[in-house]
DNA sequence: GTAAAACTTAAAGCCGACTTCAAGTCAAGC
DNA sequence: GCTTGACTTGAAGTCGGCTTTAAGTTTTAC
């Protein structure tokens, strides 16, 4: 598969693609004898898993020392859980704190809303 | 009081709070005759408002125009409860996407774990 | 067969959000 | 009264994460 369309069927751009390649977020995509990306299902596999970690915010340099990990073998199983592991944490006290953040945030729309139920009050 | 006992309470560093004032986030707080920062109470509250707001990524375009209207008077209510109802919404969202997240890592760290299981059945 | 579109790499540029630096003024403790 | 440390500003630097540019090669459509 060429690099254009997995950029479509993920919607990440192609310079995105390449950039997370280069910087080893994605273990090297083959070539074809002229040098241009081809694509496997795996590839895309690791495509998929990339763009969801990306979007709730896992950092660069994790992925990328998970997907050297990954490339060394089996041995490496145990340190690659311990990356997911924390990533995960990191990711719940994310959202715990995003939580409340949330909480205060809808504190303050319902005062508004009665800051402006009151002015409504007013002018009866 | 002083800038360093702001930032020791709310623990942001005296640059960080500077900088939030010159981008705005903070309306201007008031200086002694020499020139130096005097936060009042109300001072302070914007401060741990803002600081909420950022540690769940709420960015400083978003909460310099809610406090530019916030200054500019009682007119500006309707508006400034918009930027928030949009905040919510953004963080909400980001809240359900970081949870798909977690559950695919989740997924991964269990999958990790029964391999790892085998493995020492193996072993026996 | 030729022009436009898609691909390649390496390097530079950009954006948000700080953080550090430079050069100076002021205040508090001894 | 003088030194040490806290404060001031404006500008430059940094960092993570892309994005754009430049300069070239290959594929595709007509």
Chains 1, 2 share one sequence.
Do not use: H
Request: with cysteine; glycine share 4%.
């Amino acid at each position: 598969m060429k690099i254009s369309e997995v950029s479509k069927i993920y919607d990440i751009p192609v310079d995105t693609l390449r950039y997370y390649e280069k910087e080893g977020l994605i273990p090297t995509v083959n070539r074809s004898q002229s040098g241009r990306r081809d694509y496997t299902q795996e590839d895309c596999n690791w495509v998929e898993f990339i763009k969801c970690m990306r979007s709730a915010g896992v950092q660069i340099d994790a992925l990328a020392q998970y997907v050297k990990l990954f490339v060394q073998g089996d041995d490496t199983i145990e340190q690659r859980k311990n990356i997911l592991v924390e990533q995960r944490k990191k990711l719940e006290e994310k959202i715990k704190e995003q939580r409340k953040t949330l909480a205060l945030l809808k504190a303050k729309i319902e005062n508004y809303e009665s800051v402006v139920l009151d002015a409504e009050k007013n002018l009866k």
